[in-house]
T-cell receptor
Framework: ETGVTQTPRHLVMGMTNKKSLKCEQH?????MYWYKQSAKKPLELMFV???????ENNSVPSRFSPECPNSSHLFLHLHTLQPEDSALYLC????????????FGSGTRLTVV | AQTVTQSQPEMSVQEAETVTLSCTYD???????LFWYKQPPSRQMILVIRQEAYKQQNATENRFSVNFQKAAKSFSLKISDSQLGDAAMYFCAYRGTDRDDKIIFGKGTRLHILP
């Protein structure tokens, strides 16, 4: 048990589908993050939530819609994605001012067909 | 803006040997945190070791140790007695001490362990 759980582990979706990724943490952290990891590219920070409030959106297309109903849960809603959105999506959590770094989930491998 | 540079995209080491992964960073801050993360094929990013910049003593966790050179802004990771399970992507990372500072990751070094 890592403390940060992501579901599903794998997802294949068509470009017209709507799906959601889920992230849950039971570490008492108050910040949560979505990252995109594509082959041959650096980790891309997508969204940051501190105390349930979105504090950062790094120019992410609107076809990605995050939701943070409480400090333990984070969702990423997906709709009308493109094949280039295929990637590993990682969720992480931490304390807002974290000397101890982030705790990551195992990611969702997304394939858009 | 802070940056983290890992100049070795891939490295290989013989099992049981020692390997050092390089990392340099750029910051104007005097206090910050540095990390090494490991991402094995299972995909989960795992924190391997952390260093507080105000501590001169190099951090050590079992077979993993760092060489922290603050003046040179260098933070290398040494893995002793390499094992097959050490094969992974390794990310060097930096985080400032301000409340809203986020972790900045390097591009990673893929480590292969040769049996």
């Amino acid at each position: 048990e890592t403390g940060v759980t992501q579901t599903p582990r794998h997802l294949v979706m068509g470009m017209t589908n709507k799906k959601s990724l889920k992230c849950e943490q039971h570490l008492g952290h108050n910040a949560m993050y979505w990252y995109k990891q594509s082959a041959k590219k650096p980790l891309e920070l997508m969204f940051v939530y501190n105390f349930k409030e979105q504090t950062e959106n790094n120019s992410v297309p609107s076809r990605f819609s995050p939701e943070c109903p409480n400090s333990s849960h984070l969702f990423l809603h997906l709709h009308t994605l493109q094949p280039e959105d295929s990637a590993l999506y990682l969720c992480a959590s931490s304390q807002v001012s974290g000397s101890y770094g982030y705790t990551f989930g195992s990611g969702t491998r997304l394939t858009v067909v | 803006a802070q940056t983290v540079t890992q100049s070795q995209p891939e490295m290989s080491v013989q099992e049981a040997e020692t390997v050092t992964l390089s990392c340099t960073y750029d910051t104007s801050e005097s206090d910050y945190y540095l990390f090494w993360y490991k991402q094995p094929p299972s995909r989960q990013m795992i924190l391997v070791i952390r260093q507080e910049a105000y501590k001169q003593q190099n951090a050590t966790e079992n077979r993993f140790s760092v060489n922290f050179q603050k003046a040179a802004k260098s933070f290398s990771l040494k893995i002793s007695d390499s094992q097959l399970g050490d094969a992974a992507m390794y990310f060097c990372a930096y985080r400032g001490t301000d409340r809203d500072d986020k972790i900045i990751f390097g591009k990673g070094t893929r480590l292969h362990i040769l049996p």
